[in-house]
């Protein structure tokens, strides 16, 4: 399983950028996909998650009604738009993958087994 994010870079309070992870080696709609961000000196905490293709999803509170997340089974790829984005989204994103995640551990790091490279998101005027 191969996991690789992309699309981060600057942008100004307010603005919009749109992540997505390319994947891999996995059959997209079994799999729970996430994705989580580490902001410098701070844990890696959870942004959202899709659960299996029909599944729900699940957001952090911090990106309630800004983020969404959506899946493309055809392209084998996720994506994470972002919008109103705000300078404590700073963080490098992390996508993250697993096939037995439960719905009461899709917010905990420690539930997939596989993770891409990262990208970072900076926000800031």
């Known amino acids: 399983v191969q996991l690789q994010a992309s699309g981060g870079g600057w942008v100004q309070p307010g603005g919009s950028l749109r992540l997505s992870c390319a994947t891999s080696?996995?059959?997209?709609?079994?799999?729970?996909m996430a994705w989580f961000r580490q902001a410098p000196g701070k844990e890696r905490e959870f942004v959202a998650a899709s659960r299996r293709s029909g599944g729900s999803t699940h957001y952090a509170d911090s990106v309630k009604g800004r983020f969404t997340i959506s899946r493309d089974n055809a392209k084998n790829t996720v994506n994470l738009q972002m919008n109103s984005l705000e300078p404590e989204d700073t963080a490098v994103y992390y996508c993250?993958?697993?096939?037995?995640?439960?719905?009461?551990?899709?917010?905990?790091?420690?539930?997939?087994?596989?993770w891409g490279q990262g990208t970072l998101v900076t926000v800031s005027s």
């Open positions: 993250a993958a697993d096939r037995g995640v439960i719905l009461s551990s899709v917010r905990f790091s420690d539930s997939y087994d596989h």
């Open positions: 080696g996995l059959t997209l709609s079994t799999y729970t």
